[in-house]
């Protein structure tokens, strides 16, 4: 398909591009930026005047729903919102019903999404067979299918020598092992330990259960090579470890989710069960060391960790409601937001969300705007105000704790490998 992109503000964070132009789509890639071909016919013209015409979002977390959502077309629904979010790169964790540690399902799972001609889906591979942290998965054979790392999700695996010989045997064969750092049996609660929880009688994590897991992690690390990419940092402390352990040179990368950079313990309000997230909310001082731990490096990437959740799931008592929040659709607009408190310019801000997770795949074709690049590109709105109506929002899952923000822009169309994957309105 030939495309034409008319009139915008082309802002390419990875080269530093930053100025008004065209850009030209036609079999898959870039053909030009700035100006167009004389004789070129497009089969689509995108008006873009006022927009920005930006990289496609890369989310290093975000479930969606297949295997185990065939029957609720959920895979169909949840890239529909990451198109609607500009996120044309997806990372989903092994967590499925089943679980992705057999070759067949991680081939089924990228032949249905390449069928969409939506996002790109990378998945992880199971560290261990049903993640029951017992007895490693045929890392090879999932890596062959298509597995960009391999990891847990929310299950640690608790006998520490089956982590060992799992990052040993990524080592060996150079892949990456994502971790979420939570220790299993510090880890149980509900709500992050401190004055609040202890008010509303909600069972605490304490932060120690993400430094033990990390000091872990790293001791691990440091015996077997292995590269670590840990996910949704969420302590003060944790930032503290993972820059020593970055100072030291260990081969980790890192994560944050768009909620703890917002959202505080004292959000949960009067048991508000959209606010039951994993990791749990912590405290302002925690939030401020995430936002530093972006700026100075030692945090790699924002995800949205999308985890679409049923009305069933969220309409129980806080303890007992299910974990998780929808965040695809939001992703680029909570950026941009963040970017202000932060006094980040669009440019840099956007580094968190497209060149640097690509960078942490090590995936160079995505990410950036280049002529001859993937046609990965978004075009979005800044013009236009609007507030978040989670009933409007075309993922399955509904709940989302910035239900009533205000919203500054909008993604007007969404273009992934050349496909038009979104369009406002269409």
């Not at 069960?273 to 401020?288: C, V």
Request: overall charge neutral.
């Amino acid at each position: 398909m030939k495309i034409l992109i008319q009139g915008g503000r082309i802002i390419d964070p990875n080269s530093g591009l930053d100025q008004p132009g065209d850009v030209v789509v036609s079999n898959g890639r870039i053909a030009s930026l700035g100006r167009v071909a004389q004789g070129f016919q497009p089969d689509k013209v995108i008006d873009a005047s006022g927009c920005w015409v930006i990289p496609g979002l890369v989310d290093l977390n975000a479930r969606l729903g297949e295997p185990g959502g065939e029957h609720a077309h959920m895979l169909q629904s949840e890239l529909a919102a990451a198109g609607a979010g500009g996120v044309t790169s997806v990372v989903c964790p092994p967590d499925t019903s089943p679980v992705l540690d057999e070759p067949g399902l991680v081939e089924m799972l990228k032949f249905r999404a390449q069928k969409r001609h939506a996002a790109r889906v990378f998945p992880l591979g199971a560290l261990t067979r049903g993640l029951q942290g017992e007895s490693l998965t045929a890392m090879v054979e999932l890596s062959d299918a298509g597995c960009v790392g391999f990891g847990q999700a929310d299950v640690p695996v608790v006998n520490t020598q089956t982590l060992q010989r799992a990052m040993q045997y990524a080592s060996t064969y150079g892949y990456t092992t994502w971790l979420r750092p939570q220790d299993t049996w510090l880890g149980k609660g509900v709500a992050a330990s401190g004055a609040y929880a202890t008010r509303l009688g909600l069972a605490g994590i304490p932060v120690m259960a993400e430094t033990i897991a990390l000091q872990t992690i790293f001791d691990l690390v440091r015996a077997t090579s292995a590269r670590v990419h840990l996910q949704r940092i969420s302590s003060a402390a944790g930032v503290a470890l993972l820059k020593a352990a970055k100072a030291e040179g260990l081969p980790v990368t890192a994560d944050v989710s768009m909620n703890s950079l917002f959202l505080v313990d004292n959000d949960i309000g009067f048991f508000d069960s959209r606010m039951r997230l994993s990791p749990p909310l912590r405290g302002a001082r925690d939030r401020s060391a995430l936002r530093a731990g972006l700026l100075d490096g030692t945090i790699d990437a924002i995800v949205s960790d999308h985890t679409p959740v049923s009305e069933d799931g969220k309409l129980l008592p806080f303890a007992e409601a299910e974990v998780g929040a929808t965040g695809l659709e939001l992703l680029l607009n909570l950026l941009l937001r963040l970017a202000e408190d932060m006094k980040l310019s669009t440019a840099d801000a956007l580094k968190f969300v497209t060149m640097r997770p690509a960078k942490v795949l090590d995936k160079n074709s995505i990410g950036h705007l280049s002529v001859h690049g993937q046609a990965d590109v978004v075009v979005f709105d800044p013009r236009i105000n609007w507030t978040v109506n989670s009933g409007q929002l075309l993922s399955q899952g509904k709940h989302t704790p910035f239900s009533g923000f205000e919203m500054q822009g909008k993604v007007k169309a969404t273009v992934v490998n050349g496909h038009l994957a979104y369009e406002q309105g269409a």
